[in-house]
């Protein structure tokens, strides 16, 4: 009998080393190295039977490369197209992480079952009954689409070779294992000999493989790093689990650009694609509410109009709270600061509590303006006018600063009913045919006397 081959991995970034030490030498952890089984069996190959050797690729001009065949595949849902860059490159393994319960699952179930292709939804996590539920409740019925509850990878090519989808869908890449390698389903070699496989068997056949996979605590797909590296695409599907919207971005994308977000939102019968979220992230008041400012912001290349809210009070205990939702708190206290010093406003006795809402973080720091607008808005008790909104940087100095592509901004603001758009006036302006106010402000004084007189 042979002896059983183990070697030690980080399972952070996955380096294999001969021994157990502490740290990992490659990326500094500490206490992440683990002892896996490995048991090198004959060369791996995702064919369960004995098939033809494969064509031993030759070099060819690239300008004589035929990417005819290379056509997308519509996946009949608009963001998922867009994030992608405009639908599913056959052959390609992309990879979607994301939070327990943000809704992995749903996502690809509900393209699976929209798709006009043979698809195979393969789940180690769920039986095939519960799955038919979930495809109940979103009210989707397809011809096409097959389940199957499998988590051995020999098992799922012997599948594959019977039926020949035209995309399959592994959910999860934690819960495959594979019979060349010993160690337990999830772990580092495990999860790196799947993908090889599932990359041998995509880049060969053609066929696209979408990977939903975990991710740890911080927020990294868990794993080793080099899965990350192996597939063409990872996605992320974000958001607050107690809200309903849902963003899908491109972290890396082989073919597309990684700008671009998709937007959905949550509902009792699965996700419905936002296409345009501005109408929806601003609250339509009847009366006019003191605190509230709208910022137009970025995110990705996608222009977006988002309420900010403050609520200014006297505080009651000796620390004054600072609270954010969405928002970094430490730049709030910038801000704060800033207002104190610069425009003399007394809030360091002040409660302040700031909120993005539609439970979305915003990193674009052309949100500051809003913010500003919100805290005093609410100091005064004093509402803003309802077709303002507002996109500018604030600075240490109170200097009112420029941001990126002012010129989306301010025609999302226009589309959307905005009659005036507060900007830095050092924005480079392009000659814009547009009939909404552009009010141009250097310093927070200016900002001040605009909206209070
Ligand atoms: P799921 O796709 O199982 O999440 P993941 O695969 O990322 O772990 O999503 C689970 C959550 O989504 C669950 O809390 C219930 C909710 N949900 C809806 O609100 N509406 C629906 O139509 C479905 C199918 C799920
Ligand atoms: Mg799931």
Redesign the pocket.
Known sequence: MSKTKTAFFCQNCGTQFAKWQGQCTACKEWNTITEEVIEKAEKVSWKTTNNKSTKAATPLKINEIDTSTEARLNTQNHEFNRVLGGGIVPGSLILLG?E????????LLQISLQLPYKTLYVSGEESQKQIKM?AE??HKNSQNCYILTETKTQNIFRQIEELEPDIVVIDSIQTLHTDYIESSAGSISQIKECTTELIKFAKETATPVLL?GHITKDGNIAGPKILEHMVDTVLQ?EGDRNHVYRILRAHKNRFGSTNEIGIYE?????LREVSNPSEILISKHEEDLSGNAIAATLEGIRPLLIEVQALVSTAVYGTPQRTTTGYNAKRLNMILAVLEKRAGFRLGAKDVFLNITGGITVDDPAIDLAVVAAILSSNEDIALPKDICFAAEVGLAGEIRPVARIEQRILEAEKLGFTTIMVSKYCKFPKLNTAISIQKVAKIEEVVSFLFG
Request: charged share 15%; proline share 5%; hydrophobic share 30%.
């Open positions: 994301g327990p319960g943000i809704g992995k699952s749903t996502l979930r409740r979103i939903i599907f949550m509902q009792g019968s699965g």
